[in-house]
């Protein structure tokens, strides 16, 4: 918001001065070749003169344009409005015509419209009087004058112009000014002071030899702007009615004073009251007090007595006055030598530009960037001064801002930095490129400087490319990576290789080893150190310039040559070049150096590189091992001795520290990282798959359609029920029973739908393929109850079964090899044995076998069935024991026995 408003007020500024203008000046000639910009100062008789700021809109050059408003004197009658118009016109005429370097320069005459007067002169910082304070007929006053001060140095040589202007004038024009005060001494852009406002001034009526000088008579009636200032005018106007040219001295020593009393004038005198005034000042002057003059310089105060005399004659004349001691300061000479440069010869100039240096350090900056600096810059047309007046301008850079230095030093320098001779020019730029690159953006580095640092690597000269070369170390880091890479590598990298010289292909090698920590290792490995190889010199310092290169890659954690760079390009091009013999042992030892340093790397990166392989793939073969879940697979001979070599494994082996693996993955290859991260991707993969499961490929049984037959399954086991039950209970006989019972589940084949049973399939639920490894999978059939809780294997989750599994707890149960019960068992038990849907739970259950090892599944079988002798006889649990839907339907094509009273031994015939 603080910078919108800046700028908006700077454009209603702009808009208001532009306005103003355009009233000031409507239909003035003068707007169609000039553009006026803001009002800079005001001068010339009652500040009537407004100084604005323009630019000439053919050629850009910057100018000052005067305007004098009409409007202004609105408040004089027509007559004195007219004289006051003569007067203003007389001045301006009058200053058309004198031309001198102390008087003020006009570009264009006076151009006068219904509302204006207007002319152009050269371009004007303000007044003396606007400089001492008096800040009269201003719109808004600049920023730059009210923080103006003038310096010791300024105003001495000040003063001094102001004697050459008044010299000029007495002596060549002979013409006395007649007003000069402040309001008529105006300071021009570069701070010179110069004569203005010749309204008043009187022309020779006599001889060359014997001058005259005719003045008015003072008319207290008149407009003070058509009368000069009576402060500053010398005693005989009035007194004795003439002038001379002693009566500007007088002016000129209360100009002193004023300058010295921050405006302020030695005596205050007033239009109407000059006659009764100016006696009694007259007077005073006699006999001038020291205290008046205190603050004059004690060196120039006995002169200042001598202006203020009242007898025109006692003064000196305005060549005396230029050649006083006062002005015998080093400071003044320097600026007084500068505004004659154009009349001295190369030779002086030269010798003046080279003492410069001593002399600018006692100037002010103001002073300097006003003042020296653009007379300095001026000589760069002439190539012939450049090497003297450079160093100068330079030397002035360095007090410099950024901000002065782009906008005062910079755009001046940048024809310069094209120039390539003499070659003393690139010297000094290369000397001092690093005060160019820490004045100068960024921007302007890339347009203009790094371009002269190539044309100074592409030069003829030895010497420049010597100095490049040496120099370009100190400030690249200060410069692009891309501008490096781009423009200046490619010609260091022509100079080692076609230099003319053996010392200029050894800084160029020595550069290159300096600048390459600033690239990164990819460049150095695919640009910088290949172009070695293409260097047929074999001189001793080549060669240990190009090692140099390679130590420093080397030696750089940045750059850090890996194993494949060394053993298939670094060594294969050191070892030739260590058996040169050219070489002295020094020379040699040093190469033999890096080299065993360069194998010592190659065998510490590659043996670490192979043992975490080697880790990784052992790591790797293990966890396939564990992921595994065929029994088949994990019962083999070869994994089970892997997986115990790996158990084996110390823990210090098979486990590196996190210190160690993380050195070890830190010299691994890019290329081997990776393959290592997708052998461990897909470690996991595995680990979260879980164990492998075969994909069932049996269909499960179709019922088929049977003939409806009777069911005599439940008479018959209500017989064989009853028999048992009359029968003593012998321990044997259910021992006996359950064992050729269970002998024939297991090893009688399986009885496909010939019989014409539909065999009852078992709880899906409990018999699942992760108890049963290699058994396939069924759905259990519709309307068939089924259990959530394990049980034991070859038991059967329906409650006619769980009756079954009761009987045969107590005799010795033992599992085949697979630990597993297949349907085909199940359909060859007798129908007898096998259970019948009837609701009923069994109230002991174990979890089902897995592919744990036969000997602790006994165990555990064992155990159970002592807790099922426990249980209560079977004839308690005979009304419990229900025909339902769920049981076994006879088959029409298997015979039924007649109904018959069976024993026990029947019954064991029958099973058999």
């Not at 005198?269 to 005034?277: A, H, T």
């Not at 205290?291 to 009242?310: A, C, G, T, W």
């Not at 002065?404 to 390539?420: A, T």
């Amino acid at each position: 918001m603080a910078v919108a408003g800046v700028f908006n007020k700077l454009r209603n500024t702009l808009t208001s001065t532009v306005s103003e203008i355009s009233a000031a000046l409507p239909g003035n000639p003068l707007l169609r070749e000039y553009d006026a910009g803001s009002q800079v100062g005001s001068a010339g008789p009652k500040f009537l003169w407004k100084i604005y700021a323009g630019t000439k809109k053919s050629t850009k050059a910057e100018v000052s344009i005067w305007v004098l408003e009409k409007k202004q004197l609105d408040e004089f009658n027509r007559s004195d409005r007219e004289l006051i118009l003569e007067i203003f016109r007389k001045g301006c005429l009058q200053l058309t015509k004198l031309k001198h370097p102390r008087i003020l320069t006009v570009e264009h005459g006076m151009e006068e419209s219904r509302e204006s007067i207007v002319f152009c002169t050269e371009p004007v910082f303000a007044s003396v009087a606007n400089v001492l304070g008096k800040i009269n007929n201003f719109a808004e006053v600049p920023r730059d004058l009210m923080s103006y001060k003038l310096h010791e140095v300024e105003i001495k040589y000040g003063l001094m112009q102001l004697s050459e202007a008044l010299t000029f004038l007495h002596g060549s024009v002979r013409m006395v000014h007649g007003n000069l005060c402040p309001e008529s001494v105006i300071v021009n852009k570069k701070g010179s002071w110069k004569l203005a406002s010749f309204d008043f001034c009187v022309s020779n009526t006599g001889t060359v030899t014997e001058p005259s000088y005719s003045c008015k008579d003072w008319d207290t009636s008149l407009p003070p702007a058509a009368l000069p200032n009576p402060n500053y005018l010398a005693p005989e106007y009035i007194l004795r009615k003439f002038c001379m040219t002693s009566s500007d001295l007088y002016s000129l020593g209360v100009l002193l004073y004023s300058v010295y009393y921050n405006g302020k004038s030695l005596f205050e005198c007033s239009v109407q009251d000059v006659y009764r005034q100016m006696p009694r000042h007259a007077d005073e002057l006699e006999n001038l007090q020291p205290s008046k003059l205190e603050k004059i310089p004690s060196e120039v105060r006995d002169h200042q007595r001598m202006l203020l005399n009242p007898d025109p004659s006692l003064r000196p004349d305005a060549d005396q006055m230029s050649k006083l001691p006062f002005f015998d300061h080093v400071g003044v000479r320097t600026l007084q030598y500068l505004d004659t440069l154009l009349q001295r010869e190369n030779l002086q100039k030269s010798q003046f530009f080279k003492g410069m240096n001593k002399v600018l350090p006692q100037l002010p900056k103001r002073v300097i960037m006003q003042r020296v600096l653009p007379s300095l810059t001026s000589e760069f047309s002439n190539p012939d001064m450049i090497p003297f007046v450079l160093p100068n301008v330079l030397f002035i850079a360095e007090d410099c801002s950024s901000e002065e230095f782009v906008g005062s030093i910079f755009p001046s320098l940048i024809p310069v930095f094209k120039l390539q001779r003499p070659i003393q020019i690139l010297l000094i730029l290369l000397q001092k490129m690093d005060l160019l690159l820490q004045k100068t953006p960024n921007d302007k580095v890339q347009a203009h400087i790094l371009p002269m640092l190539a044309s100074a690597l592409d030069a003829p000269s030895n010497q420049i490319q010597e100095l490049c070369l040496t120099i370009i170390p100190n400030f690249s880091t200060q410069l692009e990576a891309n501008a490096m890479k781009n423009s200046i590598l490619p010609r260091i990298k022509k100079i080692f290789l076609e230099g003319p010289t053996t010392a200029i292909r050894i800084h160029a090698l020595v550069c290159i080893g300096k600048i390459i920590p600033n690239f990164d290792r990819w460049f150095v490995q695919d640009e910088v150190l290949p172009a070695l190889h293409k260097i047929t010199s074999r001189e001793p310092g080549i060669l240990m310039a190009m090692l140099g290169v390679y130590q420093t890659a080397l030696k750089t954690d940045k750059l850090g040559l890996n194993k494949d760079v060394m053993a298939s390009k670094s060594l294969p091009f050191l070892i030739p070049l260590s058996i040169e013999n050219t070489l002295n042992l020094k020379q040699y030892t040093a190469f033999m150096t890096v080299i065993k340093e360069m194998l010592q790397r190659v065998e510490k990166e590659q043996s670490t590189k192979l043992e975490q392989l080697s880790r990784m793939q052992l790591e790797q073969d293990a966890a396939l091992s564990f992921t595994r879940s065929d029994p088949a697979t994990n019962n083999s001979t070869d994994t089970q001795a892997q997986v115990a070599d790996i158990m084996s494994t110390p823990i210090s082996q098979s486990e590196p520290s996190q210190n160690s693996v993380a050195k070890q993955q830190q010299q691994l290859s890019l290329e081997e990282k990776q393959r290592l991260a997708r052998m461990k991707q897909q470690e996991r993969q595995m680990k979260s798959a879980g164990n492998l499961q075969p994909i069932s490929t049996s269909k499960p049984p179709q019922n088929k359609p049977m003939n409806q037959t009777k069911d005599l399954t439940s008479n018959l086991m209500q017989r064989n029920l009853n028999s048992m039950s009359s029968s003593t209970q012998r321990t044997s006989m259910p021992s006996m029973m359950s064992s050729q019972a269970t002998s024939q589940m297991m090893t009688r084949p399986q009885q496909t739908r010939s019989n014409g049973m539909t065999p009852l399939q078992p709880n899906s639920n409990t018999m699942t393929q992760q108890s049963f490894p290699g058994m396939m999978t069924s759905q259990p059939r519709p309307g068939m109850m089924t259990s959530s809780k394990p049980t034991l294997p070859g038991q059967f989750n329906t409650p006619m079964m769980s009756q079954y599994n009761s009987m045969t707890s107590a005799s010795s149960w033992k599992p085949t090899s697979s630990g597993s019960m297949s349907m085909s068992t199940y359909n060859g038990m007798p129908k007898p044995m096998q259970p019948q849907n009837n609701g009923f739970m069994t109230s002991q259950s174990r979890p089902m076998m897995s592919s744990a090892p036969a000997s602790n599944q006994g165990s555990s079988l064992n155990n159970f069935l002592n807790m099922q002798q426990q249980r209560p006889p079977i004839n308690q649990m005979q009304s419990n024991v229900m025909t339902s839907q769920g049981g076994f339907m006879a088959s029409p094509m298997q015979p039924t026995k007649p109904t018959q009273n069976l024993n026990n031994q029947d019954l064991l015939d029958f099973l058999n």
